[in-house]
């Protein structure tokens, strides 16, 4: 079957169709996947029997997987899958704008969500382009914020250990330990993509603590409508997930955010994260 790429919308997003994620990968399709992620940011593979395993390996043809210092995962041989279950008793922390691990000197190139379980409605994701977001903004404003570098903070989105944190072990422990092996990184404003060249906005509200070259006042404004800029419709879509929907995102030009409007009912997602380069 022919691989066939529909978009979402104009700035990001696209369904592709006729692959299937359990089977070994021929290198056509591989290529095709590679294309489809860079030009439309975020792909979605729907009715796909993943197994974690099979999750895990398709992620590997993209390269090195990365361990995620606090959430659980489906260790200790699948370290690398990492569980996002939530509930009434367990509610998700995504539901704020992110790029995924942008606290680390090399944060990921993308990042592979598979989905396992939903609840009765609910539970969309939305996507920002932060290329859209770049290429929208006037050119003297563009100007500015290519001086620019902001820090990123693990201790900005994970300020304390989390209750549910404890299927792996001592969660105080684990996040003492995660603290001081993330101190803050800095990062440039506006990153350019290592393959397509294409410049977009890297501050995120999950991660971003503040733009190092400005005065705090300065910095919190720009800062703010920075967010606010990213988050505009024009630039996002938004996925209605179904069990076996797969989505695959350029976590290097694009942030997300998870809507928590679905508890006390249950959502069960497996992520697999795959390391990326030094932003620059
Ligand atoms: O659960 C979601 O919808 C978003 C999850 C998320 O932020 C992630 O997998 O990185
Ligand atoms: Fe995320």
Do not use: C
């Amino acid at each position: 079957m022919a691989v066939k790429i529909s978009p979402l919308t104009p700035a990001i997003g696209a369904i592709i169709e006729g692959i299937s994620l359990s089977d070994p990968l021929p290198d056509a399709q591989l290529k095709a996947i590679r294309e489809a992620l860079l030009e439309h940011q975020v792909i979605f593979f729907t009715s796909q029997a993943i197994t974690p395993r099979q999750q895990h390996a398709f992620a590997k043809r993209f390269g090195d997987l990365h361990i995620h210092p606090i959430y659980a995962n489906l260790g200790p041989e699948l370290e690398e899958v990492m569980v996002l279950d939530s509930d009434g008793d367990h509610p998700p922390d995504n539901d704020i704008w992110h790029t995924d691990v942008s606290f680390i000197k090399t944060p990921p190139l993308g990042t592979i969500l598979a989905t396992k379980e939903l609840p009765p409605s609910g539970g969309d994701t939305l996507w920002s382009s932060g290329i859209a977001a770049f290429e929208a903004l006037s050119k003297p404003m563009q100007a500015f914020l290519l001086e620019l570098k902001a820090e990123h903070n693990f201790l900005k989105s994970f300020s304390k250990p989390r209750y549910h944190y404890e299927v792996k072990s001592d969660p105080k422990a684990m996040w003492e330990e995660a603290v001081r092996k993330n101190p803050p990184v800095v990062h440039p404003v506006v990153r350019t993509h290592p393959e397509t060249q294409r410049k977009a906005l890297f501050v995120n509200k999950g991660h971003t603590t503040r733009i190092v070259n400005l005065s705090k006042a300065e910095s919190d404004a720009v800062l703010e409508f920075l967010f606010a800029h990213a988050a505009r419709p024009e630039f996002t879509m938004r996925w209605r997930w179904q069990v076996g929907d797969v989505g695959f995102w350029d976590n290097r030009v694009t942030q997300h955010y998870g809507v928590a409007d679905y508890l006390p009912h249950r959502r069960l997602m497996h992520r697999v994260t795959i390391l990326g380069d030094k932003p620059y």
